[in-house]
């Protein structure tokens, strides 16, 4: 009894030096920690921002529906051990990146100028055909010789031609993410190529750039609503900008120790893209 009460006293301590370290802060500990932050999140009416090496499915979710209702989302996570864009077996990437296209006027007329050729080249492999048997039958052999010399040359040029034709696509592709994002690579995921040396394990969440969360939690229902964890939720603004620079600066990272998902690359895995 005597040493709950003590630990009791030292956790209760612990929160009051906290909270006096912290200009304008509340600490939240236990193991319902995160309630206030998922409100907050919820009652957002301009942006959120969050940073979390950890989601799930729900939270996802949550944050594409306020992308719905036109709050600005910023969101930074990794993609962890063997992940490849899978949350509780659920492909999250087909609501998070889209795929855009758009005619190209110059591969289109490169298209019409390879069927024109073509279709050419079609009449004179019939010609030299029929030139080539009138004059087998009158013994022009130099004739016969060139003839058929030609139609080599226009059936390599026709295929050459078609093989072109093929790979021509009128349409470009090009993919965007639905809201601002970016994936760090987990140094240890061994299904997606990187080159990653560091693992973002920093979490923090911003709220109309009013309240910031600062803490252990990642944004998952077990972290937010079941794990024992420890969040410090801030009101400081000079705090908050200096939160928002730090998320900002790190979205716009290029630095080769913390690898990130190329979403063209990912794109092109997750759409098809006909040629037409």
Not at 39 to 57: F, G, W, Y
Not at 183 to 198: E, W
Not at 232 to 257: F, H, T, V
């Amino acid at each position: 009894m005597k040493a709950h009460i003590e630990r009791y006293t030292f956790y209760k301590l612990l929160l009051h030096t906290m909270q006096a370290a912290i200009k304008e802060a509340t600490v939240h500990m236990g193991t319902n920690a995160g309630k206030q932050l998922l409100e907050d999140i919820r009652s957002a009416r301009h942006e959120v921002s969050v940073l979390s090496p950890n989601l799930n499915t729900e939270q996802m979710r949550l944050l594409l529906d306020l992308h719905q209702q036109n709050i600005k989302v910023t969101l930074l996570t990794t993609l962890c051990q063997n992940m490849i864009g899978n949350l509780e077996d659920y492909d999250f990437r087909v609501e998070l990146i889209r795929q855009y296209k758009r005619k190209d006027s110059e591969a289109e007329q490169k298209k019409e100028s390879l069927k024109d050729l073509i279709k050419f080249l079609a009449i004179a492999l019939v010609s030299f055909i029929v030139a080539s048997v009138y004059t087998y039958f009158y013994y022009y052999t130099y004739a016969l010789i060139c003839f058929i010399g030609l139609f080599l040359i226009a059936a390599l040029v026709i295929y050459a031609a078609a093989t072109e034709l093929s790979r021509t696509s009128i349409y470009r592709y090009t993919y965007k993410t639905t809201f601002p994002l970016k994936i760090f690579i987990d140094p240890q995921n061994q299904k997606i190529r990187n080159s990653s040396k560091h693992f973002i394990h920093a979490k923090a969440f911003v709220i109309d750039q009013k309240i910031a969360y600062l803490g252990s939690a990642d944004f998952t229902c077990s972290s937010l609503n079941s794990n024992y964890e420890s969040i410090i939720r801030i009101e400081d603004q000079a705090a908050i900008q200096e939160l928002l620079s730090e998320i900002n600066r790190l979205y716009k990272s290029s630095s080769e120790d913390m690898d990130f998902v190329d979403i063209e690359e990912w794109g092109r895995m997750i759409y098809d893209e006909p040629k037409e």
